[in-house]
T-cell receptor, first 115, second 114 residues
Framework: SAVISQKPSRDICQRGTSLTIQCQVD?????MFWYRQQPGQSLTLIAT?????????ESGFVIDKFPISRPNLTFSTLTVSNMSPEDSSIYLC????????????FGPGTRLLVL | ELKVEQNPLFLSMQEGKNYTIYCNYS?????LYWYRQDPGKSLESLFV?????AVKQEGRLMASLDTKARLSTLHITAAVHDLSATYFC??????????????FGQGTILTVHP
């Protein structure tokens, strides 16, 4: 299994500012992803964090708004830029340890409120 | 575009009763997941279903997969209060480039009462 930690666990931010969320895994993993869960909603994939190269974004998400870094196989960051109240959500890091591994794991999430 | 639909979205159950949550998806899939989410918590993996006819059971929960019908079910047997949570199914599209990219259903909010 993979144990995932995220920092911060929650934050309250002012509109127009940016927040960087960190995701740390206790073992090297092949794939890392960032998901968003808006209040009372399901989860939506934001992007795949690629080690050593630019992230791959899903439709509706852009790099300028959600820049992502992945410097190694255990760590990634997601920045929510120029925040607005619509960005208030839970942001979850997810990992798939390696091809062929059955389970996909989710971190505890970062609860963001933008005022 | 892969779409995943769960029903019901809300389920109020009496303790001791049985019920089934359904998950339909629109395109060929490599794998199907069931997760549980408690209020204010992250997702807990319940089951991963990889092939047609797969059936997995853990305690009072049993999940099955019919890839031909593009349907998975999560069956709850003799519900207890501790099962109250939101249950999500999630589907990964077939193909290497989609590995790990999950499309989630809307979630089923399950409440078990005495």
């Amino acid at each position: 299994s993979a144990v995932i930690s995220q920092k911060p666990s929650r934050d309250i931010c002012q509109r127009g500012t940016s927040l960087t969320i960190q995701c740390q895994v206790d073992s090297q993993v092949t794939m890392m992803f960032w998901y968003r869960q808006q209040p009372g909603q399901s989860l939506t994939l934001i992007a795949t964090a690629n080690q050593g190269s630019e992230a791959t974004y899903e439709s509706g998400f852009v790099i300028d708004k959600f820049p992502i870094s992945r410097p190694n196989l255990t760590f990634s960051t997601l920045t929510v830029s120029n925040m607005s109240p619509e960005d208030s959500s839970i942001y979850l890091c997810s990992v798939h340890p390696f091809l062929g591994h059955e389970t996909q794991y989710f971190g505890p999430g970062t609860r963001l409120l933008v005022l | 575009e892969l779409k995943v639909e769960q029903n019901p979205l809300f389920l109020s159950m009496q303790e001791g009763k049985n019920y089934t949550i359904y998950c339909n998806y629109s395109t060929t899939s490599d794998r199907l997941y069931w997760y549980r989410q408690d209020p204010g918590k992250s997702l807990e993996s319940l089951f991963v279903l990889l092939s047609n006819g797969a059936v997995k059971q853990e305690g009072r929960l049993m999940a099955s997969l019919d890839t031909k019908a593009r349907l998975s079910t999560l069956h709850i047997t003799a519900a207890v209060h501790d099962l109250s949570a939101t249950y999500f199914c999630a589907v990964a599209k077939a193909g290497g480039t989609s590995y790990g990219k999950l499309t989630f259903g809307q979630g089923t909010i399950l409440t078990v009462h005495p």
